[in-house]
């Protein structure tokens, strides 16, 4: 039978967002249920109820989420009830062409629960990147449940699931960062300190945190930089040079999502050195380089969707350091919240004063 949760919903453009009950129909073929211990609240959330994803309202937002399957569909084998899982938004089809190649991280075609959750009225629900789950329980594909170990805290783990694996995976997978490399990361909210982190965890040496925020630079000595650049008052491309013997940084992550700052990482790197595009820019921003310096500089531009990372072999892994004590994935949670708070938590979030708040249930 149909589980009636409480849940957070985005009914129209630009409107305060608003707790309502939500109908969960049981999992069909494919489908897993899972009763939500922990969601954070990311950016794209907001950019949901902004309008600025589509015009598929309403929402039912919340998608950086752990939780405990409790109920799976006929054929499901993957996953089983009280398995303690992370939620993601890239199970992998095994059968599109970049599966087929070899290279499920960007599968084309990723894999969402087919029934749809609903408001009592019967209107279908868009949930936020296929998961919904500022709600109590939510209704997912099983190959968007990736089990980790139990004894993980669900509100640190749970932001594996979205902006703190795009940052470790832009310097981990798609930045390739090696020992002894230098990093220089551009903005640092959640997804720049994520990468400064994953930056330090693969052996990077020199890690220059960049931002116009001296506040967002104090944080990000905290999780590992060992340089700060306050953008608002110097030279960048200089500032990154100076601290690189001259050179510019073999890693460069644009964490912002700027034209302008993407221009500064790109001449902020060294020769040859690598330029990762993590930050999601909007429609009307352009870039303007000199063809000859894309070519003369050599080297690689790499767009980061979700960090490159494949949550089957991530997750569990990341979960793994976690609680080794090596990834450091409690300092992200800035305070933990109510369902009914989410709204508020926008507000403390536009203003940067919350690395991450989590809606704990
Ligand atoms: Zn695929
Ligand atoms: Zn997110």
Not at 110 to 124: H, R, S, V, Y
């Amino acid at each position: 039978m149909a589980s009636q949760v409480q849940g957070v919903v985005a009914m129209a453009k630009g409107e305060p967002v608003s707790l309502v009950t939500v109908v969960v129909p049981d999992p069909g073929s494919g489908e897993a249920l899972v009763r939500v211990q922990a969601c954070g609240v990311c950016h794209t959330d907001l950019h949901y109820r902004e309008g600025a994803i589509n015009d598929e309202f309403p929402f039912l937002l919340g998608h950086e989420a752990a939780g405990v399957v409790e109920s799976v569909g006929p054929d499901v084998t993957s996953v089983q009830p009280g398995d303690f899982v992370v939620l993601n938004w890239r199970a992998v089809c095994g059968e599109c062409r970049s599966c087929r190649r070899g290279r499920p991280w960007y599968c084309f075609s990723t894999i969402n629960a087919t029934q749809k959750m609903t408001l009592t009225d019967g209107t279908p629900l868009s949930a936020a990147l296929g998961i919904g789950a500022f709600a109590e329980k939510t209704l997912v594909a099983a190959g968007q449940c990736t089990k980790v170990n139990p004894k993980a805290r669900p509100e640190a783990v749970g932001l594996l699931g979205c902006g703190v694996m795009a940052g470790l995976g832009a310097a981990m997978r798609t930045g390739e960062v090696g020992v002894g490399d230098s990093v220089a990361v551009f903005g640092c909210g959640g997804v720049g300190c994520a990468a400064i982190v994953g930056a330090h965890l693969a052996g990077a040496t020199t890690i220059i945190a960049i931002d116009l925020d001296p506040r967002k630079l104090d944080r990000a000595r905290e999780f590992g930089a060992t340089h700060v650049v306050n953008a608002s008052s110097e030279d960048v491309v200089e500032a990154v040079r100076g601290l690189t013997d001259g050179n510019g940084a073999n890693v460069c992550i644009e964490a912002v999502g700027n034209s302008k700052v993407m221009e500064q990482a790109f001449y902020a790197r060294d020769l040859a050195g690598t330029l990762v595009q993590v930050g999601v820019p909007t429609p009307e921003m352009r870039i303007d380089l000199a063809m000859i310096d894309f070519f003369g500089r050599g080297g690689q531009l790499k767009p980061s969707w979700y960090g490159d990372c494949l949550p089957s072999r991530d997750f569990p892994m990341l979960v793994d350091l976690y609680l080794e004590g090596r990834l450091d994935l409690d300092r992200f949670v800035s305070e933990t919240i109510s369902l009914g708070d989410v709204e508020e938590a926008f507000h403390r979030m536009e203003r940067g004063e919350v690395l991450r708040s989590v809606v704990v249930m």
